[in-house]
């Protein structure tokens, strides 16, 4: 597979937290012969602290302002796929940032994500007394702003992450023919 056709344009994973974006990522990544970043990590190794930390010290608003630095400073470079977190497309501003690359989600059903979710204790947002309550709440809240990626991949239990990015990279050609038809 060559990357030819997206000529160095970044690839922004969005998506769910659980729904794949850093493990589809990297086979994606690998398949486009592209980097791969995880602007959790980034966030990460920027603050010096876990997320978790983030959120219980700083809060969730100061944690969304680094999630900003951290995805501007990544649009500067090329030739990336990027997972990014479930909530970075909650700022306006991050769009413009998304929007220097193509912006694919991953969308994974409420019932799987709460499957792959419910024992994971790293999630600041899930930490309530009824975690599928309150990831229905999320997924509710953010539904309108995931759908304004360039791409939807819908995924179910069964697929793998070779198979996801495989879908990926058919939709993303097809979404860049018909833009040069345009």
């Known amino acids: 597979m060559t990357n030819n056709f997206l000529q ?18 990297k086979v994606l990544a690998e398949k486009l012969r592209y980097s ?3 602007t ?11 997320i978790t930390e983030i959120f219980a010290t700083a809060g969730e608003s100061d944690f969304r302002d680094l999630e900003s630095q951290v995805l501007n400073g990544v649009s500067a470079y090329q030739k990336l796929v990027v997972a990014t977190g479930g909530g970075i497309i909650l700022r306006p501003i991050n769009w413009s940032y998304l929007h220097h690359g193509v912006v694919v989600w991953l969308n994974v ?8 979710l419910q024992d994971d204790q790293t999630r600041p947002l899930l930490q309530d007394a009824d975690p599928l309550a309150k990831l229905t709440n999320i997924l509710e809240q ?4 995931y759908a304004q990626a360039d791409v939807t991949i819908n995924i179910e239990a069964d697929h793998s992450p070779e198979l996801i990015a495989g879908r990926a990279i058919a939709a ?3 979404l860049l023919r018909e833009s040069q038809k345009s």
């Open 142 to 145: 953010r539904q309108h702003l």
């Open 36 to 38: 791969f970043l995880d």
């Open 172 to 174: 993303l050609e097809k």
């Open 40 to 50: 959790d990590d980034l966030i990460v190794q920027a603050a010096g602290q876990p």
């Open 8 to 25: 160095g344009v970044n690839v922004y994973l969005i998506g769910m937290m659980g729904a794949g974006k850093s493990t589809v990522g």
């Open 109 to 116: 059903p409420l019932n799987l994500l709460y499957l792959r």
